[in-house]
C-alpha cells in the first residue's frame, strides 16, 4: 500500500443500515491495516452524493476508492469516477457489498464478507471494466436529457415501472426495502401493458437487422454489463463486464398469461428457451436506442436500480472505460 491513497465512501443506510454496521465492523480493521498509509472515510449525506465523493477523490489523486453500499452506491460512485476521468487518473474501484439487492456483485463474485473484500482490495491488482452510458429524457422536461453512466443493468419496461412505483411510494420508509420491491413488482405485474415502442440496435450481433428502425410492444429490455436485476432476476446469464459490448435481452408482445407464466419464470433462471422468438430476442450490441410511438407514453428507464428518466433514451458502451479490484475470473 506504500504511497497509495484510498478513499472510502460509506452508505451507512444502504442495505436498511447494513451499510452503517458493516462499516463499524471494518472501521477499526482498515485502521489497522492502513496504519502506514494515507486514508480517509467520508459518509454519504443524501442522494447523489457518493458521485460527488468520489469524484472528489479522484481529483485529490486516491488510487483507490471502496464503495461501502449497494448497487445505488457502487453505482454512484461509478458516475463520480467517469465524470473526473478516474481511469487516466490511475484510480481503480473496489467494492464492500452492503446493500439489500447486491446484483453487481453477484456478476463479479466480489465476497460478500467484508474482511475478505477488504482483503481482496488490499492484495489485488486492479482490471478494466465496460461501463454504460444512458440518454434518457427527463419526466418533466422533455427537452431535456439525464446524461448517466451505469455499471451493471440500465432497463426500460416493465422493469422501469417497478422502480417508478417503489420510489414515489410512501410506504417504503415503513417496511424492508425487499418487500416494497417484491409488493410493486406484484402490482405492476398485474397492471402493466406493453406499450408500442421504436428500437434500433447498432454494433454487433444485430445481423440484417444492423442500424434498422423496428417497432415492438415493449415487456422489458436490458441493455446488461452485468447479469442479474432486481435482486437476483438472472436475466442476462451471459454477459461479460470486459466484453465491449452489451447483452441486450428483450421480451416483447407478451399477453398477460405468457408475462405471467412464461417470461417471469424465465427472467428468473436466466433461460429465455421456453418464449418464442417473436416474443423474445437476445444480441450483443455497442449502441441502443427506443422512442415511444405514442410521444405521450412516459416509459420509465431504470439505471442500476435507480430512475434514470423516460423514452425517448439512447445507450452506448464505454469499452474498459473504468478500473475495478475484482476476483479473477
Ligand atoms: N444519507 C442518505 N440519506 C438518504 N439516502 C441516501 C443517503 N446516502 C445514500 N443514499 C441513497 O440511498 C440509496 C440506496 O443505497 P444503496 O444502493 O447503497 O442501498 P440499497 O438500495 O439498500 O441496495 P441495492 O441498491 O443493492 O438494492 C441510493 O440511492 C443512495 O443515493
Redesign the pocket.
Known sequence: MDGKKIGFIV??????G??GKTWDKLEPVVATRLASAKWKVE????????SDLAREFVNEGYSIIVAV????????VVNGYMLADGNSKGCAIGIIS??????FVRTTTTPKNALEALDLILSSESTLVDVGHVSATKPNAPSATNEQYFINICSVGISGSIIKRVESSSIAKYIS?GLVYWLYTYLTGISYRPPPVKYTLTGGSAGDDEGKEKQMGLYIMAVANGRYLG?NMHIAPKAQISDGQFDVVCLHDLTLADAFFKASPALKSGNLMNLPAHQAFTQRNTKVSISPVNAKDKIYVEA???VAGVLPASWEIISQGCRMILPLS
Open positions: 452508505n451507512r443506510r444502504g442495505g436498511g447494513k451499510g459518509y454519504t449525506q443524501h442522494s447523489g452524493h457518493a453500499g449497494g448497487d445505488g452506491t457502487i453505482s454512484q452492503s446493500g439489500t439487492g447486491g446484483d426495502g435482486g442500476d436500480g435507480e
